[in-house]
């Protein structure tokens, strides 16, 4: 379709952008959480971070949480966490943007010692700049 004012037609369809809230917003928020230098370990190449609840979930252990329940600590949780994302990439090759995996882990509810299964979601989309990036949440987020 021509143009034939020369008037700029990049605006969208929908209007202007009333409101947007970054990644980097929400790892400083704390809605997000960088999994940091063990996401590199563990064979990720891209940034990895986690919905707090699926940290709250799967990762989140205190001292009080091993005295209660049994010994535990955030690194090797996180760890496992990832290992299991990263299985699952390397498995599950051209599954997509999307993928779901499994994970066990013990509750952290003041009194279970056995691991129970949990399943997780991991995305890889766009970050701030258009960038790839990973995030890994519970299956009912987005």
Known sequence: MSNPSNECVDASPFGDVVYTYTRA???ADGVLVDAGALAQEAGFVLPVALTAAAWDDCVAW????SRKQIHQDESGRLWDVLFMAAH???TQAGAGASQRFWLHRVPRNGRSLQATPVQLKLVIGP???GEPVVTILLPQED
């Open 25 to 27: 917003q929400a790892l």
């Open 62 to 65: 205190t001292e009080h949480s």
């Open 88 to 90: 699952a990439i390397r």
């Open 127 to 129: 970050g701030d700049d």
